[in-house]
């Protein structure tokens, strides 16, 4: 059975990349009807943070990203013993050492390295320490490095990036134990990954270096390896590293701006993952059955803000078509921004789509509450002026104050009329209506407003513009 996991640090909201790389650990399990676990790694104990493994669990129950243990995880601090037993058993076989170098004595070592052009890496200084564990106890200050053989050939088959091959004599001697007695990932993640029975382990690309040192680890513990795929990183939309800038935030970030979660899966699957066809929805259901690891691009992906807004728009589209906006559930949405009842047109008013999030559509409902601000030259249509566009907006008075049944069709046709039956142009009549009504060059027609504002506040708005003009 394919066993894979997510394991992350509790460091804070997990940030998008992690998560696109858990989508695809998630989504290729479900497609082999295999195992989806979770891991809390938390033995860099400097860059832990507290309530991180329920932001973790927030995130994922969010996504519905749902591992198989999400109750109750492995957590890597509550293993301690177990991680120094194996760093022992290495040391007793000979396959790792005690390095008592200093902090000062190893920054010394990596500046010469540099001055002479030479990658930096561990000297091997202690490499043949006859320094011993007594009572299983390591010397104060000291660590344990795994010993990495000398002139041979580590290689692998990723699901990715095809055959790799590596040189030992490239391969740093790395600490596996450190002097506080907590494990570094190297060593940590391969005994967790064997004792969860873990068959495959996809991660970023940034971790590709790293691999050899985990294939002879497991081979110094007596482990299987799992298999690797190593995705492609996300960078930014100039092709440089992700940042908040570029809008990179914290997977929950985007929960809090009222983004849909279903927008937030299919946007990421796209990000390294080809389905070789021209599709772009997916749902999760869908990706489930599709999804296949060996179409992941090595190249590196680009995150788009505007492509996210584009998902975003689709399926909060699609929600609202399919439950109403009328639904608890979507006005409690729009709650966190103040927006607590909707009149009928408002509600026809967001379902026309055009709002990448709930947030969007609060703060449209907001701001078409509000009396606009525009200058006076904004009501006039650019080749129009002001006479004919004063003359469209009173005409559109006095056609509304007539009006009886406020319905979509009878607003076309009275203000149409108007057109048909004076010299004045659709940019005379429609354009300053717009403008009044939104303070808005660009917005939901003129008779869209007409049915969110109600009849009493419409009037006002044009009586305001032509006190304007």
């Known amino acids: 059975m394919i066993i894979t996991r997510f394991a992350p640090s509790p460091t804070g909201d997990p940030h998008i990349g992690n998560i696109r ?30 309530g991180s493994i329920g932001v973790i669990k927030e995130a994922l129950e969010w996504l519905n990203l749902i591992p198989e243990n999400l109750a109750e995880p492995m957590i890597q601090s509550t293993r301690l013993e177990i991680y120094k037993k194996a760093a ?22 990596r500046k010469d390295q540099i001055a002479k052009g030479l990658p930096p890496k561990y000297s091997g200084k202690c490499r043949n320490s006859q320094l011993m564990i007594r009572n299983s106890k390591i010397p104060e200050g000291a660590v344990i ?29 790395q600490v596996i134990l450190k002097s506080d007695g907590y494990p570094t990932y190297h060593l940590a993640h391969v005994i967790d990954d064997n004792e969860m029975q873990i068959t495959h382990v996809i991660r970023a690309e940034e ?5 050899p040192k985990h294939i002879l680890l497991n081979k110094m513990l007596g482990f299987k390896a799992p298999e690797y795929a190593h995705v492609p990183v996300i960078l930014s939309p100039t092709k440089g590293k992700l940042s908040k800038r570029d809008g990179a935030v914290g997977i929950l970030e985007y929960k809090k701006l009222g983004y849909l979660p279903e927008a937030i ?31 992941v691009n090595k190249a ?10 584009h998902f975003g728009e689709h399926y909060l589209k699609l929600r609202i078509q399919e439950s109403g906006i009328r639904n608890q559930d979507q006005i409690r949405m729009l709650e966190p921004w103040d927006v607590k009842e909707l009149s009928n047109s408002e509600i026809e008013l967001l379902g026309r789509g055009g709002f990448a999030t709930f947030k969007e559509m609060a703060e449209y409902i907001l701001k078409l509450r509000q009396i ?50 004076s010299s004045l142009s659709n940019g005379d009549v429609f354009w300053p209506v717009r403008v009044a009504l939104s303070g808005e060059e660009k917005s939901p027609s003129p008779i869209e407003l ?9 009037i006002a708005r044009i009586n305001r513009a032509l006190e304007l003009l």
Not at 450 to 458: F, H, I, W
């Open 21 to 50: 790389t858990t989508l695809f650990t998630y989504l290729f399990a479900k497609k082999n009807n295999g195992k989806f676990l979770l891991r809390i790694e938390d033995t860099d104990r400097e860059r832990h943070n507290e």
């Open 88 to 109: 022992l058993k290495l040391v007793e076989q000979g396959d790792a050492y005690i390095c008592t170098c200093t902090k000062d004595e190893l920054d010394q070592m």
């Open 145 to 173: 490095r795994m010993k990495i053989p000398e002139n041979e050939k580590v290689s692998f088959d990723d699901i990715v990036r095809g055959h790799v091959e590596f040189d030992t004599s490239t391969i740093d001697d």
């Open 207 to 211: 971790w590709l270096p790293s691999t």
């Open 265 to 295: 899966i299919n946007f990421m699957a796209l990000l390294g993952w080809n389905p070789k066809t021209e599709e772009e929805y997916f749902t999760l259901a869908e990706l489930e059955q599709r999804f296949d690891l060996t179409q």
């Open 300 to 309: 590196p992906a680009v995150f788009d803000i505007e492509k996210l807004n």
């Open 372 to 421: 606009p601000d525009y200058p006076a030259e904004m009501l006039v249509f650019k080749k129009s002026t002001i006479e004919d566009s004063k003359m469209g907006l009173s005409k559109v008075v006095e056609k509304l104050l007539t009006v009886e049944d406020w319905t979509e069709s009878e607003l076309q046709i009275n203000l149409s009329s108007i057109v048909a039956d």
């Open 450 to 458: 007409l049915l969110a504002l109600g009849k009493d506040e419409s």
